[in-house]
């Protein structure tokens, strides 16, 4: 499926009216046009979600998946504004997360609409801390201490794809599993975790670049002095993931993380399980059982702590927006340019350059909108985002 098109709608960063030109899938031309729009039409690049378990109903923890939920949660994520994803397995024994890895991988050789969508992997655990509040919703007792060995095992099975490892640094052997991820041409994001501050900068020192979902995988009361957060904003060097939910980061701690940190350092996520992009109910996140609210927070049954979320991407882009009190197109690079060329995802709009992109229609008032993905210069059906927040 490739098509051939054009398109005059305003530039997401500029403003400006262009028109773009594809032909057989591939952008063939853009250039500034004189004409009126006759409505509020933007385009600007497919956003890249770097967090996905699952999404459309669809568990990515579960063996034995088929290529058509592959393919649901993919058309489902798309229709949210996402056109590439990291496939995020969370922890468990470390064969049987191999095993799920290398099962995926051959359905997606299997399907160019997956290869396209899946732009890669992200390892979340079982590296991580296995204390209460930093291991969140991950399972303790399958959690391990990382080697280089066992991250050799991940490169062998990934080939070149880019490949996230989000892992707690104060677990034996960290670093040298680091300085072995890196060298692989793996992103090492450090997370779930409750290290120290020298432990955090020889981490850094060891080549991890990223920390996950901040504000989040540790525990609700932190002793004021001297916790994770203050160690955190005051290292250095880090790309640091925020959910833009405005549930697991308040929007005033959201705003303040974003006066704190460089904006080109930040970049943001849905950590989206199973049920986003769908309605309250009861979900399955691996062997967990979880219940998402009316109010779309996604928790373990009995339990507070969250357990991902339900967010959509393209909704996040309107939640960052209001609790930044900016503008929708401010912060769209931010789900997009900055998370792909972190992990070298190609992305862009340009000449040469597969015709993927967004063409976005706000509403009025510019605080929700609907999108329509252009995959391959083919449209697919238009999401709304929710304007309940
Ligand atoms: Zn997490």
Redesign the pocket.
């Known amino acids: 499926m490739k098509g051939s098109g054009s398109i005059t709608a305003q530039h997401y960063a500029t403003g400006g009216i262009m028109t773009l030109t594809w032909r057989d899938g591939v952008i063939t031309e853009i250039k500034p046009s004189s004409s009126t729009l006759s409505e509020d039409l933007w385009f600007a690049p497919g956003l890249v979600d770097l967090?996905i378990n699952g999404f459309g109903g669809v568990d990515f923890q579960h063996d034995g998946l088929t290529e058509s939920e592959l393919l649901q949660a993919s058309r489902a994520l798309r229709s949210a504004g996402c056109a590439r994803f990291l496939l995020t397995l969370?922890t468990d024994r470390w064969e049987s997360l191999l095993a799920r890895v290398a099962h995926l991988r051959t359905l997606r050789s299997e399907s160019d609409e997956l290869s396209s969508a899946i732009a890669g992997w992200h390892i979340?655990?079982p590296f991580?801390s296995s204390e209460p509040g930093y291991c969140?919703?991950?399972d303790p007792t399958l959690m391990c201490n990382p080697t280089p060995d066992l991250i050799r095992q991940l490169r062998v099975l990934t080939g070149c794809d880019p490949v996230l490892v989000?892992l707690a640094p104060e677990r034996p052997g960290a670093f040298e599993a680091i300085v072995e991820a890196v060298k692989l041409g793996m992103r090492v994001s450090l997370?779930?975790t409750n290290a120290s501050v020298d432990c955090l900068s020889r981490a850094i020192a060891a080549g991890a670049t990223g920390f996950?979902?901040l504000g989040?995988?540790c525990p609700q009361a932190l002793d004021r002095h001297d916790n994770i957060l203050w160690r955190v904003l005051d290292a250095d060097g880090l790309m640091v993931s925020l959910i833009a939910d405005g549930i697991h980061v308040s929007p005033s701690l959201f705003r303040l993380l974003h006066r704190a940190i460089p904006v080109e350092s930040i970049y943001y996520t849905t950590?989206a399980m199973s049920a986003a992009g769908t309605g309250p109910g009861r979900y399955q996140l691996g062997k967990l059982e979880l219940e998402v609210g009316g109010d779309g927070v996604v928790r373990q049954l009995g339990r507070t702590n969250f357990a991902?979320s339900a967010l959509t991407p393209f909704d996040g882009i309107f939640r960052a927006a209001k609790m930044l009190n900016r503008s929708w197109q401010k912060v769209w690079d931010g789900f997009s340019s900055r998370p792909a060329k972190w992990m070298k995802i190609s992305h862009q709009i340009e000449v040469g350059a597969e015709a993927t992109f967004c063409l976005v229609r706000p509403h009025c008032g510019s605080s929700s909108g609907d999108v329509t993905v252009i995959w391959r210069g083919e449209a697919l059906a238009p999401a709304g985002a929710s304007e309940k927040h």
Do not use: C, P
């Open positions: 967090q969370v979340e655990g991580l969140g919703a991950h989000t997370g779930h996950t979902h989040n995988a950590d991902g």
